[in-house]
């Protein structure tokens, strides 16, 4: 038996996010939205296409239609009076379009809705109704699943990243003119366990000789993990906790397993948001160990004296990009301005800034999912045009996802800039003792 080509096993389990009726958070935000159009100037998916149809108050009104269609009276009994739509393919197809493809749960619009109606936390819930549909789009569950079956979201052979860490371990220990200069690698009772985007051992292998030599100058205890570096967790913005739990949890396990002291999340924004501050709340436990990101990292070397940076190496103007998962979401906004105030003579805000920056149109999974590819580019046009606005010729971001989207929009938009993360500028700065 099926429901407009949605199973009624689908059916009922797409439904069953909304139907937490003593869940007051959800059913405030679900019937709060007062239309007001102030939403739709915060996002770079209606700005980039002018498309009313992207806006963020959209996005709102088709969750809480199919809500009011099941739960309220009006809306069984009178769905064409109170806007009511019943939950078919048709329907669920729109809802991957628009909470998948059309958005990256940046949060500027909840940041700026009029009445403070939490947009991203609704779009997680359309997210975890087509999850439990089975209806996530299958490029970024192929993400998933790499991470779930090999331990990392690129499916890298534990051989090659081996490789890649010697490698980079060869170009640290020239750069610090120190051939006992190492890459520790499973080494228990460390100070710190620090993680890696996938990204970063596939494509930009320099950022883990940037950090490791930060390390180095400032005579870290460390090591990174064989079984368990990858930062990122896509299955939180897939909507499957399920799978977001088993991916922290094997983080927690290694931890343990290693006997260190503290983690310290590489650069990513979304794997710093998905692991420090969400889940404890989808584990429902607290962390017995410290968690900092590498940036507040850095930033406690440079005020306990550990390392030095050199004013005279970055000349040229530099702007930065905050990753929205990184500061709208968690906060961590002055750290990697005091970091490049140290030792960046010309140093400029990108404007609007901080909490109130513009998504760069790779977050929420769209990297992942190449069906958006063109969209996102597009989106991505109203950061290149901030960029282009700064007259910078080096951008900086504390993200890895981030790199990659500004990377590409450099080359569409031709901005002639160069993309650096927080460690990358900081290693070329470095003092080595």
């Not at 309220?72 to 019943?86: I, N």
Request: with cysteine.
């Amino acid at each position: 038996m099926t429901t407009d080509c949605l199973t009624v096993e689908q059916l009922k389990k797409g439904l069953e996010p909304l139907n937490g009726h003593g869940d007051s958070k959800l059913l405030t935000h679900l019937n709060s939205c007062v239309h007001c159009g102030l939403c739709a100037d915060s996002c770079l998916f209606y700005l980039a296409t002018c498309d009313p149809r992207l806006t963020p108050a959209r996005k709102v009104d088709l969750i809480s239609s199919v809500y009011k269609r099941y739960h309220t009276f009006t809306g069984k009994y009178l769905p064409v009076l109170s806007h009511a739509r019943k939950l078919d393919k048709a329907t669920a197809d729109e809802m991957v379009d628009l909470f998948y493809g059309s958005c990256s749960i940046c949060g500027r619009c909840t940041m700026h809705c009029s009445i403070g109606v939490d947009i991203s936390y609704l779009v997680s819930v359309g997210r975890k109704m087509l999850a439990n549909m089975d209806m996530v789009p299958a490029t970024l569950q192929s993400t998933v699943n790499a991470a779930i079956e090999t331990g990392n979201n690129m499916a890298i052979p534990t051989a090659d990243y081996l490789d890649t860490l010697k490698w980079m371990e060869e170009e640290m220990a020239d750069e610090v003119g120190d051939p006992e200069a190492c890459i520790p690698v499973d080494q228990p009772g460390k100070r710190i366990l620090y993680t890696l985007n996938p990204r970063e051992p596939k494509f930009y292998p320099l950022s883990i000789a940037a950090m490791a030599k930060i390390f180095y100058v400032a005579g870290e205890s460390w090591t990174l993990s064989t079984r368990m570096y990858d930062v990122t967790n896509y299955a939180f913005f897939s909507g499957n906790l399920d799978e977001a739990t088993l991916i922290a949890d094997r983080l927690w396990k290694e931890m343990e397993h290693l006997d260190a002291e503290s983690l310290v999340l590489g650069e990513c924004g979304h794997g710093t948001r998905a692991f420090r501050w969400e889940s404890p709340n989808y584990m429902e436990r607290g962390f017995p160990f410290p968690v900092m990101s590498s940036v507040e990292c850095i930033a406690n070397y440079i005020r306990e004296g550990r390392i030095r940076l050199d004013p005279e190496k970055i000349t040229v103007k530099v702007t930065m990009h905050d990753p929205c998962n990184l500061v709208r979401s968690g906060g961590i906004i002055r750290e990697q301005r005091f970091i490049l105030k140290q030792f960046v003579k010309n140093f400029v805000e990108m404007s609007p800034g901080g909490t109130d920056n513009h998504c760069c149109g790779g977050g929420g999974g769209l990297l992942s999912m190449s069906e958006y590819n063109d969209r996102r580019i597009k989106a991505g046009g109203i950061k290149a045009e901030q960029i282009r606005q700064t007259g910078a010729e080096i951008v900086v971001t504390p993200c890895h996802n981030c790199v990659d989207q500004l990377i590409q929009i450099n080359a569409y938009y031709k901005l002639g800039v160069k993309i650096m993360t927080m460690a990358e500028i900081v290693a070329e700065a470095i003092v080595v003792k």
